[in-house]
Protein backbone atom coordinates (compact mmCIF):
# COMPACT_ATOMS: atom_id res chain seq x y z
CA UNK A 1 0.00 0.00 0.00
CA UNK A 2 2.66 2.48 0.91
CA UNK A 3 4.27 1.50 -2.34
CA UNK A 4 1.26 2.14 -4.32
CA UNK A 5 0.99 5.36 -2.88
CA UNK A 6 4.56 6.08 -3.46
CA UNK A 7 4.04 5.81 -6.87
CA UNK A 8 0.72 7.41 -7.66
CA UNK A 9 1.75 10.54 -5.64
CA UNK A 10 4.34 11.63 -8.75
CA UNK A 11 1.37 10.71 -10.92
CA UNK A 12 -0.83 12.86 -9.46
CA UNK A 13 1.75 15.62 -9.53
CA UNK A 14 2.38 14.99 -12.76
CA UNK A 15 -0.80 14.94 -14.04
CA UNK A 16 -1.63 18.47 -12.58
CA UNK A 17 0.84 19.79 -14.27
CA UNK A 18 0.48 18.96 -17.25
CA UNK A 19 -3.19 19.77 -16.98
CA UNK A 20 -2.26 22.99 -15.89
CA UNK A 21 0.37 23.65 -18.61
CA UNK A 22 -2.66 22.59 -20.88
CA UNK A 23 -5.16 25.17 -19.43
CA UNK A 24 -4.94 28.57 -21.24
CA UNK A 25 -4.55 31.99 -20.07
CA UNK A 26 -7.24 32.96 -18.26
CA UNK A 27 -8.89 29.91 -17.88
CA UNK A 28 -10.95 29.86 -14.53
CA UNK A 29 -8.65 27.53 -12.59
CA UNK A 30 -5.46 27.84 -15.21
CA UNK A 31 -2.18 29.37 -14.22
CA UNK A 32 -2.14 32.98 -14.21
CA UNK A 33 0.83 34.67 -16.46
CA UNK A 34 3.43 36.13 -14.63
CA UNK A 35 5.94 36.79 -17.34
CA UNK A 36 6.05 37.50 -21.11
CA UNK A 37 8.03 38.70 -24.24
CA UNK A 38 6.67 41.92 -25.68
CA UNK A 39 4.42 40.87 -28.55
CA UNK A 40 5.73 44.57 -30.04
CA UNK A 41 8.36 47.23 -29.01
CA UNK A 42 8.00 50.91 -27.97
CA UNK A 43 9.66 51.69 -31.20
CA UNK A 44 11.61 54.41 -30.90
CA UNK A 45 14.85 51.78 -30.59
CA UNK A 46 16.42 52.56 -27.28
CA UNK A 47 14.64 55.56 -25.86
CA UNK A 48 11.40 53.59 -23.55
CA UNK A 49 11.43 56.47 -21.89
CA UNK A 50 13.28 55.15 -19.03
CA UNK A 51 12.24 52.53 -16.80
CA UNK A 52 8.79 54.57 -16.26
CA UNK A 53 7.69 54.38 -19.97
CA UNK A 54 9.08 50.80 -20.14
CA UNK A 55 7.30 49.40 -16.92
CA UNK A 56 4.01 51.76 -18.53
CA UNK A 57 4.74 49.19 -22.14
CA UNK A 58 4.27 46.09 -20.08
CA UNK A 59 1.49 47.13 -17.71
CA UNK A 60 -0.49 48.41 -20.79
CA UNK A 61 0.53 44.72 -23.13
CA UNK A 62 -0.32 43.10 -19.95
CA UNK A 63 -3.72 44.71 -19.09
CA UNK A 64 -5.12 44.44 -22.81
CA UNK A 65 -5.42 40.60 -22.50
CA UNK A 66 -5.84 39.86 -18.75
CA UNK A 67 -7.77 41.91 -16.15
CA UNK A 68 -6.35 40.55 -13.15
CA UNK A 69 -4.68 43.45 -11.87
CA UNK A 70 -0.69 42.35 -11.81
CA UNK A 71 1.83 44.99 -11.82
CA UNK A 72 4.15 44.70 -14.26
CA UNK A 73 7.99 45.25 -14.57
CA UNK A 74 10.15 45.18 -17.57
CA UNK A 75 13.13 43.50 -16.91
CA UNK A 76 16.14 45.92 -17.49
CA UNK A 77 19.08 47.88 -15.56
CA UNK A 78 19.64 51.22 -15.40
CA UNK A 79 23.48 52.21 -14.72
CA UNK A 80 24.66 54.52 -12.27
CA UNK A 81 24.57 58.10 -13.19
CA UNK A 82 25.97 60.92 -10.92
CA UNK A 83 23.96 61.20 -7.74
CA UNK A 84 21.81 57.71 -9.23
CA UNK A 85 22.46 54.12 -7.94
CA UNK A 86 22.32 51.52 -10.35
CA UNK A 87 19.08 49.51 -11.20
CA UNK A 88 19.59 45.66 -11.54
CA UNK A 89 16.86 44.70 -13.97
CA UNK A 90 17.04 40.65 -11.40
CA UNK A 91 15.94 42.93 -8.19
CA UNK A 92 13.23 44.43 -10.16
CA UNK A 93 10.51 41.18 -10.68
CA UNK A 94 9.95 40.27 -7.64
CA UNK A 95 10.73 36.99 -6.16
CA UNK A 96 8.96 34.05 -8.75
CA UNK A 97 7.91 31.03 -9.72
CA UNK A 98 6.83 33.01 -12.94
CA UNK A 99 4.16 31.31 -15.22
CA UNK A 100 4.06 32.06 -19.02
CA UNK A 101 1.30 32.04 -21.23
CA UNK A 102 0.92 28.70 -21.48
CA UNK A 103 1.15 28.11 -17.84
CA UNK A 104 4.78 26.62 -17.88
CA UNK A 105 7.19 27.81 -15.29
CA UNK A 106 10.41 30.13 -16.77
CA UNK A 107 12.10 29.71 -13.33
CA UNK A 108 10.96 29.16 -10.16
CA UNK A 109 12.58 32.07 -8.32
CA UNK A 110 15.71 34.73 -8.99
CA UNK A 111 18.61 32.36 -8.51
CA UNK A 112 17.15 29.61 -11.08
CA UNK A 113 16.36 32.01 -13.51
CA UNK A 114 19.78 34.06 -13.40
CA UNK A 115 22.17 30.50 -12.54
CA UNK A 116 23.24 32.12 -9.21
CA UNK A 117 25.07 29.04 -8.69
CA UNK A 118 27.54 26.66 -11.08
CA UNK A 119 24.85 23.92 -10.36
CA UNK A 120 21.88 25.79 -11.25
CA UNK A 121 23.53 27.44 -14.31
CA UNK A 122 24.69 24.55 -15.84
CA UNK A 123 21.58 22.91 -15.77
CA UNK A 124 19.76 26.26 -17.15
CA UNK A 125 15.90 27.39 -16.41
CA UNK A 126 12.85 26.77 -18.29
CA UNK A 127 13.29 29.67 -20.55
CA UNK A 128 13.33 28.27 -24.50
CA UNK A 129 12.12 29.25 -27.70
CA UNK A 130 8.86 27.38 -26.45
CA UNK A 131 8.36 28.72 -23.52
CA UNK A 132 9.63 32.16 -23.98
CA UNK A 133 5.96 33.92 -25.42
CA UNK A 134 4.63 36.82 -25.24
CA UNK A 135 1.47 37.93 -23.76
CA UNK A 136 -0.43 36.64 -26.49
CA UNK A 137 0.81 33.37 -26.55
CA UNK A 138 3.19 33.96 -29.67
CA UNK A 139 6.76 32.55 -30.14
CA UNK A 140 9.34 35.12 -30.76
CA UNK A 141 10.62 34.43 -34.41
CA UNK A 142 14.34 33.10 -34.15
CA UNK A 143 17.54 32.78 -35.99
CA UNK A 144 16.81 30.97 -39.30
CA UNK A 145 13.17 30.84 -38.97
CA UNK A 146 11.37 30.98 -42.05
CA UNK A 147 14.75 31.34 -43.60
CA UNK A 148 13.35 31.01 -47.34
CA UNK A 149 10.84 33.71 -47.03
CA UNK A 150 10.85 37.08 -48.61
CA UNK A 151 12.76 38.81 -45.83
CA UNK A 152 15.60 35.97 -45.75
CA UNK A 153 15.99 36.46 -49.83
CA UNK A 154 16.31 40.48 -49.27
CA UNK A 155 18.52 40.25 -46.47
CA UNK A 156 20.72 37.96 -48.49
CA UNK A 157 20.93 39.99 -51.37
CA UNK A 158 21.95 42.81 -49.00
CA UNK A 159 18.40 44.94 -49.49
CA UNK A 160 18.86 46.13 -45.91
CA UNK A 161 18.44 50.05 -46.04
CA UNK A 162 15.03 49.75 -44.20
CA UNK A 163 15.16 46.53 -42.01
CA UNK A 164 12.78 48.02 -39.21
CA UNK A 165 9.78 48.37 -42.00
CA UNK A 166 10.47 44.66 -42.95
CA UNK A 167 9.95 43.47 -39.38
CA UNK A 168 7.17 45.64 -38.51
CA UNK A 169 5.68 44.47 -41.38
CA UNK A 170 6.77 40.96 -41.91
CA UNK A 171 4.89 38.85 -39.16
CA UNK A 172 7.63 36.03 -39.10
CA UNK A 173 10.46 37.78 -39.22
CA UNK A 174 13.30 37.51 -37.11
CA UNK A 175 13.10 39.98 -33.72
CA UNK A 176 14.54 37.28 -31.01
CA UNK A 177 16.96 40.31 -30.01
CA UNK A 178 15.69 40.98 -26.45
CA UNK A 179 16.73 44.16 -24.49
CA UNK A 180 18.06 43.99 -21.33
CA UNK A 181 20.75 46.09 -20.62
CA UNK A 182 22.41 43.74 -18.15
CA UNK A 183 25.17 40.97 -17.14
CA UNK A 184 24.67 37.36 -16.72
CA UNK A 185 23.49 37.44 -13.50
CA UNK A 186 21.12 40.02 -14.21
CA UNK A 187 23.10 43.12 -12.59
CA UNK A 188 23.79 46.38 -14.34
CA UNK A 189 27.17 47.04 -15.53
CA UNK A 190 29.48 49.69 -14.61
CA UNK A 191 28.69 53.15 -15.59
CA UNK A 192 31.68 53.80 -17.89
CA UNK A 193 30.23 51.78 -20.89
CA UNK A 194 26.81 52.39 -22.61
CA UNK A 195 24.74 48.98 -22.16
CA UNK A 196 20.95 50.50 -21.78
CA UNK A 197 20.92 53.14 -24.27
CA UNK A 198 21.79 55.58 -21.78
CA UNK A 199 19.19 54.12 -19.32
CA UNK A 200 16.80 53.79 -21.84
CA UNK A 201 16.34 57.31 -23.26
CA UNK A 202 18.17 57.30 -26.10
CA UNK A 203 17.43 56.33 -29.75
CA UNK A 204 20.84 57.50 -31.72
CA UNK A 205 23.16 55.51 -33.50
CA UNK A 206 26.98 56.01 -33.25
CA UNK A 207 28.67 58.94 -34.76
CA UNK A 208 30.04 56.95 -38.61
CA UNK A 209 33.21 58.30 -38.34
CA UNK A 210 34.38 56.88 -34.71
CA UNK A 211 32.17 53.48 -34.36
CA UNK A 212 30.32 53.19 -37.39
CA UNK A 213 29.20 49.60 -37.72
CA UNK A 214 30.71 47.96 -34.57
CA UNK A 215 28.84 45.98 -32.20
CA UNK A 216 28.59 46.62 -28.74
CA UNK A 217 30.18 48.47 -26.27
CA UNK A 218 32.98 51.12 -26.58
CA UNK A 219 33.40 54.85 -25.29
CA UNK A 220 30.85 57.01 -26.66
CA UNK A 221 28.95 54.81 -28.52
CA UNK A 222 25.40 53.92 -27.96
CA UNK A 223 24.69 50.28 -27.25
CA UNK A 224 22.80 47.98 -25.57
CA UNK A 225 23.28 44.25 -24.14
CA UNK A 226 20.56 42.41 -25.59
CA UNK A 227 19.51 38.44 -24.78
CA UNK A 228 17.77 35.79 -26.91
CA UNK A 229 14.15 34.49 -25.70
CA UNK A 230 14.99 31.63 -28.29
CA UNK A 231 18.32 30.85 -26.49
CA UNK A 232 19.73 30.69 -30.07
CA UNK A 233 22.13 33.31 -30.88
CA UNK A 234 25.41 34.78 -30.34
CA UNK A 235 27.15 31.99 -30.36
CA UNK A 236 26.28 31.00 -26.98
CA UNK A 237 22.30 31.46 -26.60
CA UNK A 238 22.32 33.38 -23.25
CA UNK A 239 18.65 34.80 -22.68
CA UNK A 240 19.76 37.70 -20.82
CA UNK A 241 23.17 38.86 -21.81
CA UNK A 242 24.25 37.51 -24.71
CA UNK A 243 26.23 40.72 -27.06
CA UNK A 244 25.55 44.45 -27.53
CA UNK A 245 24.09 46.24 -30.95
CA UNK A 246 25.34 48.83 -33.36
CA UNK A 247 23.25 50.97 -31.76
CA UNK A 248 20.31 52.72 -30.37
CA UNK A 249 18.06 53.81 -33.21
CA UNK A 250 15.40 51.42 -34.34
CA UNK A 251 17.71 50.62 -36.99
CA UNK A 252 20.06 49.75 -35.25
CA UNK A 253 18.24 47.18 -33.69
CA UNK A 254 17.23 45.80 -36.80
CA UNK A 255 20.24 45.37 -37.74
CA UNK A 256 21.43 42.63 -35.50
CA UNK A 257 18.21 40.89 -35.30
CA UNK A 258 15.72 42.57 -32.94
CA UNK A 259 13.15 45.73 -33.09
CA UNK A 260 13.53 46.52 -29.07
CA UNK A 261 11.48 44.10 -27.31
CA UNK A 262 11.67 42.84 -23.74
CA UNK A 263 10.74 40.69 -20.76
CA UNK A 264 8.11 41.39 -18.79
CA UNK A 265 7.49 40.05 -15.20
CA UNK A 266 4.87 40.21 -13.10
CA UNK A 267 5.83 41.15 -9.34
CA UNK A 268 3.06 40.31 -7.25
CA UNK B 1 47.16 56.39 -24.52
CA UNK B 2 44.51 56.42 -26.14
CA UNK B 3 45.86 54.21 -28.68
CA UNK B 4 47.17 51.81 -26.65
CA UNK B 5 43.33 51.09 -25.25
CA UNK B 6 42.10 51.19 -28.77
CA UNK B 7 44.63 48.79 -29.44
CA UNK B 8 43.65 47.28 -26.32
CA UNK B 9 40.11 46.71 -26.87
CA UNK B 10 40.53 45.11 -30.35
CA UNK B 11 42.94 42.45 -29.17
CA UNK B 12 40.17 41.42 -26.57
CA UNK B 13 38.22 41.82 -29.13
CA UNK B 14 39.88 39.47 -31.18
CA UNK B 15 40.51 36.91 -28.49
CA UNK B 16 37.09 36.97 -27.95
CA UNK B 17 36.19 35.74 -31.43
CA UNK B 18 38.92 33.53 -32.53
CA UNK B 19 39.49 30.19 -31.36
CA UNK B 20 42.69 28.31 -30.37
CA UNK B 21 42.61 26.42 -33.52
CA UNK B 22 41.32 28.34 -36.43
CA UNK B 23 40.55 25.73 -39.00
CA UNK B 24 39.77 27.61 -41.57
CA UNK B 25 36.77 27.74 -43.75
CA UNK B 26 34.97 24.57 -45.28
CA UNK B 27 36.12 23.81 -48.78
CA UNK B 28 32.02 23.57 -49.78
CA UNK B 29 28.99 23.32 -48.59
CA UNK B 30 29.19 19.55 -48.90
CA UNK B 31 27.32 17.72 -45.90
CA UNK B 32 29.18 16.47 -44.05
CA UNK B 33 31.26 19.84 -43.87
CA UNK B 34 35.32 18.73 -43.72
CA UNK B 35 35.60 20.55 -40.61
CA UNK B 36 33.21 17.96 -39.02
CA UNK B 37 34.24 17.09 -35.68
CA UNK B 38 31.23 16.62 -33.79
CA UNK B 39 27.79 14.62 -34.74
CA UNK B 40 24.85 13.09 -33.07
CA UNK B 41 24.71 9.75 -34.49
CA UNK B 42 21.72 9.33 -36.79
CA UNK B 43 21.29 5.78 -35.89
CA UNK B 44 20.91 4.13 -32.42
CA UNK B 45 22.75 0.75 -32.00
CA UNK B 46 19.49 -0.16 -30.88
CA UNK B 47 20.14 -2.06 -27.59
CA UNK B 48 19.14 -0.61 -25.56
CA UNK B 49 21.26 0.30 -22.92
CA UNK B 50 23.96 -2.10 -23.94
CA UNK B 51 26.20 -0.24 -26.37
CA UNK B 52 29.00 -2.74 -25.81
CA UNK B 53 30.43 -0.91 -23.64
CA UNK B 54 32.45 2.01 -24.27
CA UNK B 55 34.10 -0.12 -27.21
CA UNK B 56 31.39 -0.68 -28.92
CA UNK B 57 30.10 3.25 -28.80
CA UNK B 58 33.35 3.94 -30.00
CA UNK B 59 33.08 2.14 -32.54
CA UNK B 60 29.52 2.99 -33.71
CA UNK B 61 30.55 6.75 -33.42
CA UNK B 62 33.99 5.61 -36.21
CA UNK B 63 31.41 3.48 -38.22
CA UNK B 64 29.19 6.47 -38.49
CA UNK B 65 31.69 8.85 -39.58
CA UNK B 66 33.22 6.12 -41.96
CA UNK B 67 30.31 6.17 -44.15
CA UNK B 68 29.59 9.47 -44.96
CA UNK B 69 33.34 10.90 -44.68
CA UNK B 70 37.22 9.80 -45.17
CA UNK B 71 38.81 12.33 -42.86
CA UNK B 72 39.84 9.17 -40.73
CA UNK B 73 39.47 10.78 -37.38
CA UNK B 74 39.58 8.94 -34.02
CA UNK B 75 35.49 9.39 -32.83
CA UNK B 76 34.81 8.76 -29.42
CA UNK B 77 31.40 8.43 -28.04
CA UNK B 78 30.49 11.30 -25.42
CA UNK B 79 29.93 8.80 -22.57
CA UNK B 80 30.94 8.21 -18.89
CA UNK B 81 31.56 5.20 -16.90
CA UNK B 82 31.07 4.40 -13.46
CA UNK B 83 33.80 3.34 -10.86
CA UNK B 84 33.77 -0.13 -10.25
CA UNK B 85 36.11 -2.47 -7.97
CA UNK B 86 39.54 -2.31 -9.58
CA UNK B 87 38.15 0.20 -11.98
CA UNK B 88 38.46 3.61 -12.16
CA UNK B 89 35.36 5.81 -13.71
CA UNK B 90 35.57 7.44 -16.89
CA UNK B 91 34.63 10.77 -17.59
CA UNK B 92 33.50 11.43 -20.82
CA UNK B 93 34.91 15.30 -21.03
CA UNK B 94 38.08 13.62 -20.61
CA UNK B 95 37.39 11.36 -23.37
CA UNK B 96 36.87 13.44 -26.83
CA UNK B 97 39.90 15.74 -26.60
CA UNK B 98 40.42 19.47 -26.24
CA UNK B 99 38.29 20.87 -29.23
CA UNK B 100 37.13 23.47 -30.61
CA UNK B 101 33.89 20.86 -32.15
CA UNK B 102 32.55 21.79 -35.74
CA UNK B 103 28.71 20.12 -36.75
CA UNK B 104 28.40 18.44 -40.17
CA UNK B 105 27.61 21.71 -41.87
CA UNK B 106 29.48 23.93 -43.73
CA UNK B 107 28.67 27.38 -41.43
CA UNK B 108 26.87 29.93 -43.63
CA UNK B 109 27.99 33.33 -44.70
CA UNK B 110 25.40 35.75 -42.00
CA UNK B 111 24.05 38.83 -42.95
CA UNK B 112 27.07 40.66 -41.44
CA UNK B 113 29.59 38.80 -43.55
CA UNK B 114 30.43 36.76 -40.22
CA UNK B 115 30.50 33.38 -39.91
CA UNK B 116 27.75 32.64 -37.18
CA UNK B 117 28.54 29.48 -35.60
CA UNK B 118 30.57 28.93 -33.10
CA UNK B 119 32.31 25.85 -32.32
CA UNK B 120 31.35 24.05 -29.48
CA UNK B 121 33.99 24.90 -26.71
CA UNK B 122 35.01 22.16 -23.59
CA UNK B 123 34.28 24.91 -21.14
CA UNK B 124 31.43 26.41 -22.77
CA UNK B 125 29.55 23.20 -22.84
CA UNK B 126 30.89 21.88 -19.81
CA UNK B 127 30.14 25.51 -17.77
CA UNK B 128 33.51 25.19 -16.32
CA UNK B 129 33.09 29.03 -14.85
CA UNK B 130 30.00 30.45 -13.19
CA UNK B 131 30.29 32.90 -16.15
CA UNK B 132 30.51 30.39 -18.59
CA UNK B 133 27.66 28.03 -17.42
CA UNK B 134 25.71 31.23 -17.06
CA UNK B 135 26.40 32.42 -20.51
CA UNK B 136 25.72 28.65 -22.50
CA UNK B 137 27.31 27.29 -25.18
CA UNK B 138 26.65 26.97 -28.87
CA UNK B 139 24.99 23.99 -28.57
CA UNK B 140 21.58 24.23 -30.04
CA UNK B 141 19.08 22.37 -31.74
CA UNK B 142 20.82 23.33 -35.14
CA UNK B 143 24.17 23.07 -33.89
CA UNK B 144 23.64 19.24 -32.70
CA UNK B 145 23.05 17.96 -36.14
CA UNK B 146 23.51 14.05 -37.34
CA UNK B 147 26.32 13.04 -39.46
CA UNK B 148 23.92 13.25 -42.20
CA UNK B 149 23.10 17.34 -41.20
CA UNK B 150 19.93 16.37 -39.88
CA UNK B 151 18.45 18.07 -37.55
CA UNK B 152 17.50 15.31 -34.95
CA UNK B 153 13.58 15.32 -33.64
CA UNK B 154 12.52 17.23 -30.53
CA UNK B 155 9.50 18.38 -28.52
CA UNK B 156 6.96 19.55 -30.82
CA UNK B 157 9.09 17.77 -33.80
CA UNK B 158 6.34 14.89 -35.24
CA UNK B 159 7.15 11.73 -33.35
CA UNK B 160 9.27 9.82 -32.64
CA UNK B 161 11.06 12.54 -29.75
CA UNK B 162 14.55 11.20 -30.03
CA UNK B 163 15.91 14.27 -28.68
CA UNK B 164 16.80 11.83 -25.07
CA UNK B 165 20.58 11.52 -25.92
CA UNK B 166 22.79 8.90 -24.13
CA UNK B 167 25.67 10.17 -21.81
CA UNK B 168 25.58 8.85 -18.40
CA UNK B 169 27.49 11.95 -17.47
CA UNK B 170 27.20 14.72 -14.61
CA UNK B 171 26.22 18.07 -16.07
CA UNK B 172 30.20 19.13 -15.46
CA UNK B 173 30.83 16.02 -18.37
CA UNK B 174 32.13 14.10 -14.98
CA UNK B 175 31.01 10.30 -14.25
CA UNK B 176 28.32 9.90 -11.59
CA UNK B 177 29.92 8.83 -7.85
CA UNK B 178 26.42 8.71 -5.99
CA UNK B 179 26.22 4.90 -6.79
CA UNK B 180 23.21 4.86 -8.59
CA UNK B 181 23.33 3.53 -11.79
CA UNK B 182 23.45 6.37 -14.60
CA UNK B 183 24.97 4.38 -17.46
CA UNK B 184 23.29 1.12 -18.11
CA UNK B 185 25.81 -0.74 -15.82
CA UNK B 186 28.52 1.36 -18.07
CA UNK B 187 26.63 0.50 -21.25
CA UNK B 188 26.13 -3.55 -20.97
CA UNK B 189 22.28 -3.50 -19.84
CA UNK B 190 19.83 -3.78 -22.30
CA UNK B 191 17.13 -4.14 -19.13
CA UNK B 192 17.44 -3.31 -15.34
CA UNK B 193 18.83 -0.01 -14.44
CA UNK B 194 18.95 3.34 -15.78
CA UNK B 195 20.76 5.86 -17.59
CA UNK B 196 21.60 9.73 -17.40
CA UNK B 197 20.08 11.54 -20.65
CA UNK B 198 20.71 14.80 -22.33
CA UNK B 199 18.74 16.88 -24.50
CA UNK B 200 20.21 17.63 -27.56
CA UNK B 201 16.96 19.99 -28.38
CA UNK B 202 17.59 22.18 -24.94
CA UNK B 203 14.39 21.34 -24.09
CA UNK B 204 12.23 19.30 -21.46
CA UNK B 205 12.54 18.35 -17.71
CA UNK B 206 12.05 22.04 -16.85
CA UNK B 207 15.81 22.79 -17.73
CA UNK B 208 18.21 23.02 -20.60
CA UNK B 209 20.98 20.92 -20.07
CA UNK B 210 22.07 19.23 -23.26
CA UNK B 211 24.26 16.53 -21.53
CA UNK B 212 22.38 15.89 -18.02
CA UNK B 213 18.85 16.45 -17.83
CA UNK B 214 17.01 13.83 -16.16
CA UNK B 215 17.49 9.65 -15.67
CA UNK B 216 15.78 7.17 -17.13
CA UNK B 217 13.74 4.06 -15.21
CA UNK B 218 14.84 1.11 -17.30
CA UNK B 219 17.82 0.39 -19.90
CA UNK B 220 15.69 -1.81 -22.49
CA UNK B 221 15.07 0.14 -25.66
CA UNK B 222 11.19 0.24 -24.95
CA UNK B 223 11.67 1.82 -21.96
CA UNK B 224 14.51 4.32 -23.73
CA UNK B 225 11.62 5.05 -26.13
CA UNK B 226 9.12 5.84 -23.70
CA UNK B 227 10.98 8.84 -22.24
CA UNK B 228 11.72 10.28 -25.61
CA UNK B 229 14.77 9.18 -26.90
CA UNK B 230 15.90 5.93 -29.07
CA UNK B 231 19.61 5.42 -27.48
CA UNK B 232 21.43 8.52 -29.89
CA UNK B 233 24.67 9.63 -28.36
CA UNK B 234 27.11 12.42 -28.97
CA UNK B 235 30.02 11.45 -30.79
CA UNK B 236 33.67 14.06 -30.88
CA UNK B 237 36.64 13.94 -32.98
CA UNK B 238 39.88 13.74 -30.45
CA UNK B 239 42.13 14.61 -33.90
Redesign the interface.
Known amino acids: MTKTRIFIFPFLLAATASSLALAQHGMEGGTPMTFFVTSKPIGDGGNLGGLVGADGHCQALAENVSADGRTWHAYLSTQARPGTFAVNARDRIGTGPWYNFDGV?IARDVAHL??D???L??????L???TGLTEKGQIVPG??DYKNSEVAAR??AGA?GNEFEYTVSTPYSNRHEVLTGSQ??GRAYPPDLDYTCDNWTNNQDPDPEQNGGR??A?ANKPNVQIGFPD??GG????WN??HGTRGCSQMALA??HGVGMYYCFAIN | MKETLTCLVLFLAALNTSFAQDPGMPDSEDIPSNLMTFFVTSEPIGDGGNLGGLEGADAHCQSLAAAVDNDDRTWRAYLSTQARSGQAAVNARDRIGEGPWYHSKAKILDYLQRRLNRPLIQSEIHGDTLAEAQRGSNMTKEFALTEHGELVNGIGDPLPVRHDILTGSQPDGRAFTDGEDRTCNNWTSNSEGSVQVGHSDRVGNGNMSWNSSHATTGCSQEELVSWGGVGLFYCFAID
Open positions: THGTIEARLGNNTKRLNAARLDMGFRNGNGSSSMT
